[in-house]
């Protein structure tokens, strides 16, 4: 067995960080819709989570913004001008809905960059992306090929990582990445099982699904890549989200569970049948993996579905430390929630848990458009051939640490209301701003505005 860790390539904030209410389903990023957004106390607070991790001894991977707002989407969306400023004019007078999808920083959540498995995982011993298409939202649809790029760019070695292009197949197709799909093993470079969660099946639909909210992820979109990263079935399994849940606000799985290894969180309302599902698990891992398995369920009479929506209870991160503890880094929304501040107290202090510290991260700008710590991080997997096989500058270190928040206080704006989306020097300052990025974190040309 190769020794592996689990490497977080958290997405950095863009510079257009605003609130635009584009998220029907996602219930804070329609609740902010309007409000003044701060890119920089944006941006800062996630580089300071990503310091925080390195600083515990985890690989801390970078992944940078996309370009927005985005000049191609809009040229083809049918705006013309001589100059991209002209593009933006336009759009902004005759359809200020389409200008602000196009410039959503939404990049900044990579839990829904893609679906990574792992090389342990797959029958050809390499490990695979599948990009999300996020086809059930307009401004997120349009990340998938830049997306396809940075990934192929950062894991650049055809003999150990495999790059799908996003599913084609539209609204049957829809997938969301990695916030619908649960890793589990008993140690990283071992296999595992993968849990790949659904809100709906759109070629046999169930007949009990969400009133109000979409069901963002298909079931034949999971099967898809799960077919696609050479998994072999008994170590697959499919669960679907409850229809109550996506009602209630979990616009994704990653809002009401979250494992790793042995371990899983999750709310009792999570899954559609959910005491088959969690037995399913318990089985198969202990099968596949040959280990005990740990679920901890969260009644709802001690956090309410609409407490852990709230406060993001399960969108921590559960990481495993060098020591083999586990610690959660959770939201501050948490700590000021008692129910969840008080659960997280016990989960600590339960010697039976492996969970030994918990970890509070103001991410306000980000939570206020539904993104938790857990959003914002794409989990790698990665064996030591593998992570060798990437560039030092891939990720974060004490060097360039620094250079990051003086390249944001320099580059980014302190507010930002939805009238400024109308403004083209926003692009010409993003566009600065990622020019110089791509020297600093190594990774070349990236940007279409670069050619
Ligand atoms: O897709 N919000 C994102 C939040 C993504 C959270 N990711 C995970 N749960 N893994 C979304 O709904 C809001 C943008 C706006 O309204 O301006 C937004 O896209």
């Known amino acids: 067995m190769a020794r592996a860790h689990e490497a977080n390539f958290d997405g950095l904030v863009g510079p257009t960080h605003n609130y ?21 106390a944006a941006a800062l607070p996630g580089l300071k989570k990503m310091k925080f991790l390195a600083d515990l001894g985890l690989d801390q991977g970078i992944l940078p913004p996309q370009e927005r707002p985005s000049i191609i989407a809009l040229r083809q969306f049918g ?31 990579t839990a829904n960059a893609a679906t990574f498995s792992p090389s342990a995982d797959s029958r050809d011993g390499r490990a695979h992306f599948t990009p999300a298409n996020l086809y059930n939202k307009l401004h997120r649809s349009l990340e998938a090929g830049q997306t396809a790029r940075i990934l192929k760019k950062i894991f650049n070695n055809d003999a150990l990582f495999v ?21 589990f093993c008993s140690s990283y470079g071992e296999p595992g099982l993968q849990l790949f969660v659904y809100g709906a099946s759109a070629l046999q639909p169930e007949k009990n699904g969400p ?30 989200q409850s229809p109550t849940a996506i009602d209630a606000g979990v616009f994704h799985n990653d809002v009401v569970s979250v494992g790793n290894g042995n371990y899983f969180l999750c709310h009792e309302q999570a899954f559609s049948d959910q005491k088959q599902v969690l037995e399913n698990l318990r089985n198969r891992f202990e099968t596949v993996c040959g280990e005990s398995f740990q679920c901890i369920e969260v ?14 209870l399960f969108n921590c991160q559960l990481i495993r430390l060098n020591d ?24 600590a202090a339960d010697t039976d848990s492996p969970v030994d510290e918990v970890h509070f991260i103001d991410l306000r700008e980000s939570m206020s458009n539904g993104g938790g710590p857990a959003c914002l991080r794409l989990r790698v997997v990665l064996n030591e051939e593998e992570k060798k096989s990437l560039l030092p500058e891939n990720f974060l270190t004490n060097e360039n640490y620094p250079l990051l928040v003086d390249w944001v206080n320099r580059h980014y704006r302190e507010s930002l209301a939805q009238n400024d989306l109308a403004d083209p020097l926003l692009l010409e300052e993003s566009r600065k701003a990622l020019d110089e990025l791509c020297n600093i974190i190594g990774i070349g040309s990236i940007y279409p505005f670069q050619k």
Not at 163 to 183: F, I, K, Q, S, Y
Not at 219 to 234: F, G, I, K, T
């Open 163 to 183: 790059h799908h292009p996003p599913l084609c197949g539209g609204n049957v197709m829809r997938d969301e990445g990695a916030a619908n799909h649960t890793r």
């Open 211 to 240: 009133a109000q909210f979409p069901a963002r992820q298909t079931l034949e979109a999971s099967q898809a890549v799960a077919r696609l990263h050479r998994l072999s079935p008994d170590r697959v399994l499919f669960a679907r």
């Open 20 to 40: 635009a209410g584009l998220s029907i389903g996602n219930l804070a990023s329609v609740g902010h819709k309007a409000l003044v957004s701060s890119p920089r």
């Open 299 to 312: 009644a709802a009479t001690e956090v309410s579905l609409e407490a852990a929506v709230a406060s993001y």
């Open 79 to 109: 705006f013309t001008g001589h100059s991209d400023a002209n593009v933006i004019e336009k759009a902004a007078q005759e359809a200020p809905e389409l200008l602000a999808a196009c410039s959503s920083a939404s990049s900044m959540w």
């Open 324 to 347: 083999d503890s586990m610690a959660v880094i959770a939201p501050a929304e948490c700590e000021q929630t008692p129910e969840v501040k008080a659960f997280l107290q016990n989960l």
